[in-house]
């Protein structure tokens, strides 16, 4: 089976997107998506997100399986692929401005194609209570605020914030010197998150301006993560550290953040870039649907035309092509014996003339050996 996939990325955050727009089941296993998102044995990316058909009155639905093969509810990084994705699919003009609302595990995301390309999103409100991040930290006034949490023998005050998926923050003073793929982990899979979370390492470069390093649930470190980033910049509200609005630095880019006081909703703005579209288990890869190819007499081995007919054709007059073929037989019914021995005389002196114009440049390919030919042993 084959099926047809095409690559994004959001500040290097990378999903496979496929067309599922045709049905609701989606049309790649959580198992296989695992494997999808193999960098070396796969496609890569940090997860497979899927088109599928709107419900409860919206143009789309949106699912995203992490490249562990769990689902998350929601991706920021994602959802301005999946916009990019249905405007490609539509055939939306450059330069067109374009809204969608997307159905999601964490309810209705509405991404706006800008003109200038980018993607706008309503990400919805923030979720602050315990129960909701979820997590077993403290709460107080319905927040999870500064909670101190050991982790490697060091206390890290974890703020709590929710994007229909789970994030802990905590400020540091050099994001650059978090060993990821050390600690990353062990807050992950940390048991005060049910759930296991997605962690955030922010350092304030000032109120306007934050820098992220992210370890993600399910993806490990990533080069950017949206419904981080917003979680982020209302982490930093909550504790005092920055503005409402601000620059948000990725290790693949910048992303604007803003948490309006007036709808309580975070917009998020931010790139969305297609890099290529291809097909998994297409027919060169499964051997069911290979076409079969014709067999050369003289190795056993399976001839590639494509290849083998520029560099001369071994098969002849047993070329499986159709229009070969019949021109052989057209041949042979409207040429004269006459004809075809005067054809074959002109060709066998040209051949030889080739011959020995080859051997005046190339020398004689043997040599008479001294004493003469034996005829035995010819
Ligand atoms: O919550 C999770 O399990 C995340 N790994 C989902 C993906 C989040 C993402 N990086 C984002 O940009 O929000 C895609």
Redesign the pocket.
């Known amino acids: 089976m084959s099926i047809a996939f095409t690559k994004y990325h959001g500040l290097g955050?990378d999903f496979i997107l496929i067309d599922n727009r045709d049905s609701s089941e989606p049309k790649v296993s959580q198992a296989d998506a695992e494997k999808w998102c193999d960098r070396n044995f796969g496609v890569g990316g940090?997860?497979v997100i899927f088109a599928l058909p709107g419900q409860d009155g919206t143009d789309y639905t949106m699912r995203?399986f992490?490249s562990d093969g769990?689902e998350?509810e929601?991706?920021?990084?994602?959802i301005r692929c999946m916009a990019r994705f249905i405007a490609d699919l539509e055939g939306l003009a450059e330069g067109t401005e374009k809204q969608y609302r997307i159905h999601t595990l964490a309810g209705l995301i509405v991404p706006t194609i800008q003109a200038d390309g980018l993607v706008r999103v309503d990400m919805g409100e923030p979720r602050l209570t315990a129960a909701e991040i979820p997590t077993t930290l403290a709460e107080t006034e319905g927040k999870v605020v500064a909670q101190p949490l050991e982790v490697d023998g060091k206390t890290w005050p974890m703020t709590c914030v929710s994007m229909g998926?789970?994030h802990a923050i905590t400020f540091v003073d050099d994001a650059e010197a978090i060993v990821l793929a050390d600690i990353g982990p062990k807050f992950e899979n940390n048991t005060v998150f049910p759930a296991r979370t997605?962690t955030e390492f922010i350092q304030v470069v000032n109120r306007d301006y934050l820098k992220m390093r992210v370890w993600?649930?399910?993806?490990g470190a990533?080069l950017?993560?949206?419904?981080?980033a917003c979680a982020s910049l209302v982490a930093a509200v909550l504790n005092g550290l920055s503005d409402r609005k601000a620059t948000l630095e990725l290790p693949g880019g910048n992303l604007i953040i803003e948490w309006s006081e007036a709808d309580n909703h975070l917009y998020m703005t931010g790139p969305a870039q297609l890099v290529f579209a291809g097909t998994w288990g297409s027919g060169a890869m499964v051997a069911s649907e290979a076409p079969s190819l014709p067999i050369n007499p003289a190795t056993g081995q399976p001839i590639d035309c494509a290849t083998a007919c520029i560099n001369g054709c071994v098969l002849g007059e047993e070329c499986p092509n159709q229009v070969e073929q019949e021109k052989a037989a057209s041949f042979i019914e409207n040429t004269s014996l006459d004809k075809m021995l005067e054809m074959a005389a002109i060709a066998v002196e040209k051949r030889n003339a080739e011959r020995a114009e080859k051997a005046k440049t190339e020398g004689p390919k043997w040599v008479i050996p001294e004493g003469g030919i034996d005829p035995n042993n010819l």
């Open positions: 955050n940090d997860g995203i992490n769990s998350p929601m991706c920021g990084n994602g998926n789970p997605n993600e649930r399910g993806a990533t950017a993560c949206g419904t981080g």
